[in-house]
């Protein structure tokens, strides 16, 4: 067992959420944090490079990304052991969630130091709240497996769930995977499409799948995409 003290003042690693979009989505918590912290882990220095520089904020960056997280874990907690504050983002929304930093945080919780993650900006939730679909219960969860056979056995598994499902997907799959929910889940059932959160061409489409397969098969999907599918009544 694990007890932590998340303020205690001994050296910590914080899960800082990034703006999905507009720049100001960003929490002045988060900001302290960057400010304060001394080296940021990030997805891709470029992008963190924007956003530190909208807000002056000058640190060591060091790319942590799902191809060398495993990697790197030596180096953080060598960080760490002498004392050193670090902050983990990524490119858009809150680490760990379909997005790196999990392996990192494990390790750093192991090895005896604060895994500290705050409130902000993550896509399912604004998806969620303005689908218009029953919010309560929920299960997020994410990308689907890109693999088919797995993918078949993914949908088979939420044939009969009845909560209501997130999912997150590329614009190039969401016809097929819409088409996919239909096929298994019945073409009447509500979907809700979000894209583009927080971002001036933030659209959502909601209805049932065959009107939102229709919509998405005469207007070509672009951008980050969150789909809300109701639960099996």
Do not use: W
Not at 30 to 43: A, Q, R
Not at 55 to 83: A, R
Not at 220 to 231: D, S, Y
């Amino acid at each position: 067992m694990i007890v932590q003290k998340s303020y205690d003042d001994s050296a910590s690693l914080y899960l800082v959420p990034t703006p999905i979009g507009n720049l100001e989505d960003i929490t002045l918590r988060s900001l302290n944090v960057l400010k304060t912290v001394d080296e940021i882990l990030c997805e891709d220095t470029r992008d963190t490079g924007i956003l530190l520089k909208n807000y002056d904020i000058k640190k060591k960056l060091v790319s942590c990304h799902e191809y060398n997280e495993d990697k790197i874990i030596d180096y953080v907690i060598s960080k760490l052991e002498t004392g050193m504050n670090l902050a983990l983002v990524t490119d858009q929304g809150t680490p760990i969630i379909s997005d790196p930093g999990y392996i990192v945080s494990r390790a750093v919780i192991n090895a005896g130091y604060n895994v500290i993650s705050l409130p902000g900006a993550t896509a399912f939730v604004p998806a969620l709240t303005s689908s218009g679909i029953e919010p309560n219960p929920f299960l997020y969860y994410g990308f689907l497996n890109s693999k088919k056979s797995k993918q078949i056995s993914e949908l088979n598994s939420l044939k009969n769930y009845k909560f209501t499902m997130i999912f997150y997907e590329s614009p190039y799959r969401l016809v097929k995977t819409l088409t996919q929910f239909a096929e298994y889940y019945g073409v009447d059932r509500q979907v809700a499409v979000c894209r583009e959160i927080s971002k001036i061409h933030e659209e959502c489409v909601r209805g049932s799948l065959t009107e939102v397969i229709a919509h998405f098969t005469a207007h070509e999907p672009k951008g980050e995409i969150v789909v809300v599918l109701a639960g099996k009544e």
